[in-house]
């Protein structure tokens, strides 16, 4: 079992930074596939990006490619999202997600464990 909180949410102007952290509890989170989603109004969860248990395999939604960087501290049991560049269109609840099985990097059906989301807003 894997509790998740994420930090670091707030509100910017577009071109700005945040850096979003997931705080694990779980003797296991080191062998899970730990990944970001995010929910706009109105709109269905979509995957952010995704980083294998060693850190060696990190994966990226298109639109984040090149202003987001996920990566993780297994010592630490924590997850992070540094996002750059902010755009308006970012704004979204953000959630982390870990997968025992790791059966699909993409897919928030193949995550069991959800945190509870932390809002990030970006002003134009």
């Known amino acids: 079992q894997v509790q998740l909180e994420e930090s670091g949410g707030g509100s910017v102007q577009a071109g700005g930074s945040l850096r979003l952290s997931c705080a694990a509890s779980g003797h296991t989170f080191n062998t899970y596939v730990m990944g970001w989603f995010r929910q706009a109004p109105g709109k269905e969860r979509e995957f952010v990006a995704s980083v294998n248990w060693s850190g060696g395999r990190i994966y990226y939604a298109d639109s984040v490619k090149g202003r987001f960087t996920i990566s993780r501290d297994n010592a630490k049991n924590t997850m992070y999202l540094q996002m750059n560049s902010l755009k308006p269109e970012d704004t979204a609840v953000y959630y982390c997600?870990?997968?025992?099985?790791?059966?699909?990097?993409?897919?928030?059906?193949?995550?069991?464990?959800w945190g509870h989301g932390t809002q990030v807003t970006v002003s134009s």
């Open positions: 997600a870990g997968s025992r099985h790791g059966t699909s990097f993409y897919s928030s059906h193949a995550y069991e464990y």
